[in-house]
């Protein structure tokens, strides 16, 4: 997974959605524990910036 | 370096801030610590509060927190044709206040730090201490170093994002349905009506609404909200707002000097909210209203009682989990399971509906003067107008 810095407004969205308890947001940057991801795509749908990418998710 | 409180309160937004409050003030030693080095900052809210419930947090409305002070609400039907005008009395006081959420989060802190509470900014709680099966503190980032800060109770206040519920295994998980995700601008130079806070319903945000909340005579915050269940692409909800902005001449005339983003919950209330030794205020325990999106009052409100069944706790020397479930989750649910379960069934309701019923339906409770904003009285005037429409409605009665 990819978290474009140019868009993310670092808001946490993605981390208070995610089902897995994967993602953690450190002030200014995005945390993900990609062995724990379930490939759900909540955070892709739910940045409002549309900065979350991954190769999975179509 | 080792640390020794009787509470920790994790995040100094308003519950946050509540809570070390009224622990404070019962003579605990509390620390408050707050990842970003400026509290209220960056602001992730539309910043629009009620007025009813301030004087049960003691909060007396400060100036230099207030923006705008607004007469009631409009909901626009799809069509924008009619709306429905509800007056903060009628609205039952849900609308009130535009407020400088930055100023207002700051302050609440001093009034904890005045009873007190000692703060810790850019200090990010990065784990839970846990000893015998019990969390017993967190380690702490400083800017000097990775401390162990040990709290008898230890309090989530961390937003939306929740970590110290994951952390400490209370499930607060949500459903795709329950989430909204939220973009807004802070806009000048538009045209709008000072007096009012605006909500426009419909297939212009799925699941959720478009706000503009004046902050002056030719400044709002424009904001949306759309259910992640009605999202498909990356972005999507933010070409919703924008597309909302591009069809409003008097909205597209203006500028943005802020962008805000983030997400709220609009869920009934969970299962639990606390385990031994931790309870979780606000937005952290998914109290945020389904239905407004609104989560300050009830962050503010949870903070107060938690604050309280801290003291409690410690003077007893009881804080268990069935401690926190009788002295603090027990009075959670009676100021908000109620109301929280009816406006999430009326969510679910209202997302459902059709741009056309939803243009019938405003203008059929348009057009009649309210007494009184009642699910019967709403009901009576849409039977008047559009009988059919009822049918809708009848297993909300």
Known sequence: ?58 | MKYDYDVLVIGAGPGGSTAARYAARNGLRVLMIEKRPDIGSPVRCGEGISKSWLPEVEIEPQKFWISNEVEGARIFSPDEKNNIKLSAAKAGNEVGYIIERDKFDKYLASLAAREGAEIWVKSPALSLIYENGRVTGAKVRRPEGTVEVYAKVIIGADGFESQVGRWAKINTLLNQRDIVSCIEYRMVGIDLNKDYTDFYLGSCAPGGYVWVFPKGADEANVGIGVALNKLKNPGEVKKYLDDFIERHPGLKKGKTIQLITGAVSTCSMPKTIVTDNVMLVGDAARLIDPITGGGVANACISGKLAGEAAAEAIRTGNTSREFFVDNYEKKVREKFERKNLRNWFAKEKLSELSDETLNKLVDAVSSVELSSISVKSLLDAVQKKYPDLVKEFEDLI
């Open chain 1, 1 to 58: 997974m990819n978290v474009d810095t140019s868009k993310c407004n670092y808001c946490g969205a993605c981390v208070g959605s995610c089902p897995a308890n994967c993602m953690y947001l450190d002030e200014t940057r995005i945390i993900i524990d990609e062995n724990r991801c379930i490939k759900c795509g909540f955070c892709i749908r739910v940045c409002p910036m549309g900065a979350i990418s991954a190769e999975w998710f179509k």
